[in-house]
């Protein structure tokens, strides 16, 4: 049986495990944590429980689809609520809830601008298309030839995915109200990029916030790492915890093995790195066998990385919801700071995470557990913990005057994270939290190669290459690379 070696267990790395191991590979995981999950790693301490990366399940679709894979279904492992309203956004003035129902919605757009609620449906009639041809096409693509892309409902359907209009300009074509533009760019936040500088495809995110929904699983997003963990168990993979990978050996253009914690060789017809791309190229192989250069690296283009604190309180909230954006603040200043003047925030924009407002095991009885992310630039330097504190301080003292609560006094445990725990956890590309920016210039074929340039049988797969950032995108993307190397290797 032939032998894959897959570096790091996150979301990527987990399902290129399950689709090697489907296709007959004897496959081994070798994963730098003491648990599975990568940035989606779950802790637990004083009684709370902490999903520490990714708390938004957007495409369920994406998700059944993986275990239908398997002979599988999403609730054989875990349960799924839909969020209603599906999050609120605190304005300057007042609190927004948007409601999962779309009729609900489209008043609400009503309400604040005249026609708008037309022009959602118009919005979002374009919106569906990108979703299904950009989900069930686009980012099935392994972006190995521009000739993947000579497919015919891609050839005709080029204008109306919208690659090289902006989402900005998309966005206010159809609304005028900044409420309403703003509310339509967050999405795209994380990609990466400012809403001038996104194609207007992914205007695909709104259909997928809008129409399929703001989900949670049951006990949390860690829920989704233990279920594709027990898949993969079940088709025979193995997992070896608490291992560094020091290097990838090479003959003859072939990798041959994988060195891990020094001494530990792990032989290897195919090794798929799902850890960070640039730290496999630049630390686990010699210089000559590198497919980019460090100029290469310097001139792309990173999603931001986050500033996290997770809080837990010796008493309940009263009236708040899972998920609250804080927009109360400049969003076009904070999105500069992010992507162009790359500092730090003077005033950020942040996000705040109550899941024990859903989850009753997410904290002990009476208590709630928080999550605040606050976006900021990739490879900033300066993460110290005076910087975390003052930016602390600052958002508790927006978050209490805008929802009426006092906290500040009930915080009974805080653990913040930010660049420099990416960097040390993950080894993550100047701490970045999410990935490459899905600018129009690093999309499909121009993002890093799934497959080595000079390593035959060396293949990645995660955010930092096809399809991009995102949990669902990473789904597919160990689908992707797994399938090239079965076809080159199998």
Known sequence: ??????????????????????????????????TPGGRARQ???????????????WMPDVFERFFNCFGKKVSDYYRLDRLDPSYRVYWNDEPMDIPADYDELKKLFESIEKGSAAKLDSFMQEAVYKYEVGINKLVHKPGQSY?????????????????FTSMRKHISKHFKHPKLQQLLEFPVLFLGALPENTPALYSLMNYADIKLGTWYPHKGMYKIVEAMCSVAEELGVKFIFNSQVDEI????????????????????DVVIGAADYHFIETKLLPQKYRSYSDA???????????????VGLNKKLDGLLHHCLFFDTDFEIHG????????????????VSIPSVTDETAAPAGHENMFFLIPVAAGLQGDTEELRDAYFEKILDRFENKTGQKIKQAIIYKKTYSVSD????????????????NTLMQTANLKPSCRSHKIKNLFYTGQLTVPGPGVPPCLISGEVVAKEATKHFG
């Open 1 to 34: 049986m032939k032998k894959a070696v897959i570096i790091g267990s996150g979301f990527a790395g987990l399902s290129a495990a399950c689709y090697m191991a489907k296709a007959g590979w004897d496959v081994t995981v070798l994963e730098k944590q003491a």
């Open 43 to 57: 802790v637990k301490e004083a009684g709370f429980t902490f999903d520490l990366g990714p708390s938004w399940y």
């Open 147 to 163: 000739a993947e892309f000579l497919d015919w409902d891609l050839v005709k359907g080029v204008f109306k995915l919208d690659v």
């Open 249 to 268: 050996k090479v003959e003859h253009g072939k990798a041959k093995q994988v060195i891990a914690n020094t001494v530990t060789a792990y032989d290897a």
């Open 296 to 310: 290469y690296w310097s001139k792309r283009v990173m999603a931001p990385s986050c500033l996290i604190y997770y």
């Open 336 to 351: 500069k700071e992010i992507y162009t003047t790359k500092k730090w925030p003077v005033d950020p924009l942040f996000y």
């Open 422 to 437: 990416f960097v040390n956890d993950y080894n993550s590309f100047k701490g970045n939290a999410y990935g490459l920016a």
